[in-house]
């Protein structure tokens, strides 16, 4: 057997572990200062300072799960005067509930769903936000992340989700949201923090963060490291592998000029979990009719191949901004990024395609397999500030967006690989086979993997122009408007045994928002907002599954762009001297010009699909001592015109007009809250809920509600040295959080404690 891995610098997880705990020994004594909280209720609200990189004026309380501002300078105005619907997952939420992974850290936030993949993206993060695809809409520091990435937080220092169409913001997609994480950046203090968790499933987890100030305190130096291993609770065989390095540069703090550089990189080396196949409803079915996974009677059954199947990703990203201020109310801003991520694998996906399950009692290991690469180069420009005009207040940002982008993609042959009938489990046609209430990871792979070059090249071009406003009408009454312009050419090149084929789409198109606000209160909100987004063929550059049919087969094809709109009233409140924020939303939003198969191999846009919904969220303290983080989302979705079912051009029986919208959950909620028992001790947990979700447009398979508790108590050991134990599912709960449209569902972590030493210097 022979395979081609991703070219990854040769290191060790366990090195960087000893080296961050040498880093940890060696560190400076000096005392982390802790910005003293401010429980005093708050005066009139001062001008927000847009450009700065730098820390001026008094601290904000760093343990508070409020925030008042998004960090992207086109939101201009407040939060609590932004009309859409905007949640900020903190910092402290991402430690307190000891996440890790982006997964982690959305879970609380209701209305958002991860979804499973066949291939492209199977592994990696595809979350739906109110029922769309949003795995294209990550944005690190308001720049687009493409690429079919799992990622880490350990240099995230906050989680942007943002709601409901906003291609104004960020470009192409974003039909039901965007994400943007928060990097963490140099700051104007010295400190060291550092920690380790060891926790169950033979947990390990070393993070190392070092920022320290010279040139007279003009620059500042920050590192953050992460080395990550664990198998996984309730799951055979399953282990997790990754290790990263972020390391950042920042000159002129204080000073009009300021200048950042920023590095990250980071690997995993995964044997992944295959989930679990979806049995169909009998023994003689030819076609799922409302069925869910079937574990064969034990949740802990694995159906992949420990010597067969793998999962390397990479990824590094450098990042040079330039910002300054022209004067007093406007600053000029450049970033200039150039990423590459890659993933490797061969993984199995059971397959029940032949009707094993009910027959035979046994699985088919079909293999999966890919190697791609995205690479993507961005320059932005940013011009934003306030100024007065005609009478009115504006706070302004506006920019220029240049990005290329190219994925490349090929894979392995594995041989056999053949959609064989499993009559019989143990030793079945040299592990393809295996027994669906037995199955044994360590069968013997008597097939073969060979690398496979033929492949697509994706290539696209893509040119912004936008600009965004808050005006000032008089003091209880704010407008905000946004406009996009979008020029998004693709070319999709395909070599095959069968000879090389090639296609093209060029798009243009035109996004806006606008939001009426009306304040009753300095500290309250009422608005009405209308948005739009666009969804060009193509625009996941070949990394994941988009459903649009840039390919040869689908040539005559209308590619048009899909478009979202959302229609949205909403209201928002600071209150308990503005340390808790409340919100409360009704949306409708509407994709139409979708494309959807009509005939074999034709596409129209001529789809059509909804979502009404509410929701409700509430963070920030509701005393001195006690936290909330929590929100309910209800999705009534609907396909109101979905042409015929089938995938890739063929056309299959039925028709899905009136179903529910895959990964669309109708309630979803989740509470996370803490409490200070004493200056010392903090106690907490939190309770997850998601309704039924399915996982195809003819709503033929599901996993099934489920409600999931984490616990958590910390203590302050001394004044530098914290201890935090965290256990997750605390009723050891078998659900389902990634279902996939034809053949399995991704099954969640069972109960998993992690107890989390941490430093302060």
């Not at 550059?541 to 040869?552: K, M, Q, V, Y």
């Not at 009704?586 to 919904?613: C, H, M, P």
Request: net charge negative; hydrophobic share 30%; glycine share 10%.
């Amino acid at each position: 057997m022979s395979r081609t891995i991703l070219k990854i610098p040769v290191s060790s997880p366990r090195m960087l572990a000893s080296a961050i705990g040498v880093a940890l020994s060696a560190g400076s004594a000096a005392h982390l200062a802790q910005a003293a909280e401010n429980t005093e209720p708050k005066g009139e609200r001062n001008p927000i300072s847009l450009g700065a990189t730098n820390i001026t004026g008094q601290e904000q309380d760093n343990t508070s799960y409020q925030v008042e501002k998004a960090s992207s300078q086109k939101y201009t105005a407040p939060l609590v005067d932004t009309p859409r619907s905007v949640t900020v997952v903190p910092q402290q939420v991402l430690k307190d509930t000891a996440a890790t992974s982006l997964q982690d850290a959305l879970r609380t936030v209701p209305g958002i769903t991860f979804g499973a993949g066949e291939g492209g993206n199977p592994q990696g993060d595809r979350p739906f936000i109110r029922g769309f695809d949003a795995q294209g809409d990550t944005y690190l520091d308001g720049v687009r992340d493409t690429g079919g990435q799992s990622r880490e937080i350990f240099d995230i220092e906050s989680i942007e989700v943002s709601k409901g169409p906003n291609s104004s913001f960020g470009g192409r997609g974003s039909a039901g949201g965007s994400l943007n994480l928060v990097s963490k950046t140099p700051q104007a203090r010295d400190f060291t923090n550092g920690g380790f968790t060891y926790g169950s499933d033979q947990t390990r987890r070393y993070v190392l963060d070092v920022n320290r100030q010279f040139l007279d305190d003009s620059a500042a130096f920050r590192l953050n490291l992460m080395s990550h291993e664990q198998n996984v609770a309730g799951r055979d065989a399953v282990n997790y592998d990754r290790w990263g390095v972020a390391p950042s540069l920042t000159f002129g703090l204080g000073t009009p000029t300021r200048v950042n550089l920023s590095y990250y990189h980071m690997e995993s080396d995964d044997l992944p979990d295959s989930g679990i196949p979806y049995g169909y409803g009998s023994a003689t079915a030819t076609a799922h009719v409302h069925d869910k996974p079937n574990d064969g009677g034990d949740s802990n059954n694995f159906y992949g191949l420990k010597s067969r199947d793998f999962r390397k990703t990479r990824a590094d990203i450098s990042t040079f901004s330039i910002e300054h201020d022209l004067n007093d109310n406007m600053t000029l801003k450049n970033t200039l990024r150039h990423g590459s991520t890659g993933q490797d694998y061969v993984l199995t996906q059971p397959d029940d395609s032949k009707f094993n399950v009910n027959r035979y009692g046994t699985v088919w290991r079909r293999a999966n397999s890919r190697v791609s690469t995205t690479t993507t180069t961005t320059n932005q420009t940013d011009l934003f500030g306030s100024f007065q005009a005609l009478g009115f207040k504006h706070t302004y940002s506006t920019g220029l967006e240049f990005t290329g982008e190219e994925t490349r993609v090929s894979g392995y042959t594995v041989s056999p690989n053949a959609n064989p009938v499993c009559t019989t489990a143990k030793g079945s046609l040299g592990g393809q086979c295996t027994s669906l209430s037995n199955p044994n990871p360590d069968d013997a792979w008597n097939g073969s993997i060979a690398r496979n070059y033929n492949g697509t090249n994706t290539k696209a071009t893509s040119r912004a122009a936008y600009v965004f406003d808050t005006i000032e009408l008089d003091p209880k009454w704010l407008l905000n408007v946004g406009l996009r312009y979008d020029t998004f050419d693709t070319e999709a090149n395909t070599n095959a045994v069968a000879g090389r084929t090639k296609i093209k789409d060029d798009s243009q198109f035109f996004n806006w928002q606008a939001g009426l606000v009306w304040k009753p209160v300095e500290n309250g909100s009422i608005y009405a907002s209308y948005a739009t987004s666009a969804t060009p063929a193509g625009g996941l550059i070949g990394e994941g599954s988009d459903g649009n049919p840039l390919s040869a087969g689908a040539a005559t094809s209308d590619l048009q762009p899909e478009e979202t709109v959302n229609y949205e009233l909403g209201t928002k409140w600071d209150l308990f001297h503005d340390r808790l924020s409340l919100t409360a939303a009704i949306f409708r939003t509407e994709k139409k010009n979708t494309r959807i198969l009509v005939d074999a191999l034709t596409y129209q846009n001529a789809g059509e699909s909804q979502v009404d919904g509410i929701e409700l969220s509430a963070s920030g303290k509701i005393t001195e001592q006690w936290q909330v983080f929590a929100g309910y989302s209800y999705l009534d979705s609907e396909l109101v015109k979905s042409g015929l079912n089938g995938r890739n051009g063929v056309v299959s029986s039925g028709s899905s007009k009136g179903k529910q919208m895959p990964n669309t959950p109708k309630n979803s909620f989740s509470l996370w809250t803490t409490y200070d028992v004493t200056p010392k001790l903090t106690i907490g947990g939190g309770a997850f809920y998601v309704d039924q979700v399915y996982g195809d447009v003819g709503n033929t398979v599901y996993v099934p509600s489920y409600t999931r508790y984490d616990a958590m108590a910390s203590y302050k050991l001394t004044k530098n040295v914290d201890l935090q134990l965290n256990v997750q599912n605390l009723t050891d709960k078998t659900y389902y959080d990634k279902a996939f449209s034809t053949h399995f569902a991704n099954q969640a972590a069972g109960r998993t404690a992690l107890l989390t030493t941490s430093f302060h210097f």
